[in-house]
């Protein structure tokens, strides 16, 4: 098997699925505490909401070729088109839309 860039996004993204179910099951609670997101991480499908409503959550539009999203109780800015995180703005309790 040959790796290629997208070969290492997808064993990054498993890899980090472990050590988030790792990390949650040693504190014994169920996503109760926020995970660290690094900036420059490529944002797993599974675990992201995508804000349809910037407004519902105190946001102006993202700007070109951004979108936000909801991600481990996190409101982050991911790029459109790769996937990566851009910044980290805040946590959030909940989904608003």
Known sequence: M???PSSYALALIAALG???VASNALRGEEGTTAV???IGEVADPARLHIVSR??????RPAPTGSKYAVMNG???RIDAE???VQSVIRQVDSILD
């Open 2 to 4: 040959s790796w290629n």
């Open 18 to 20: 472990v050590a988030v």
């Open 36 to 38: 660290s997101i690094p």
């Open 54 to 59: 910037p407004g519902r959550y105190g946001l």
């Open 74 to 76: 996190r409101l982050v």
């Open 82 to 84: 790769s996937g990566k």
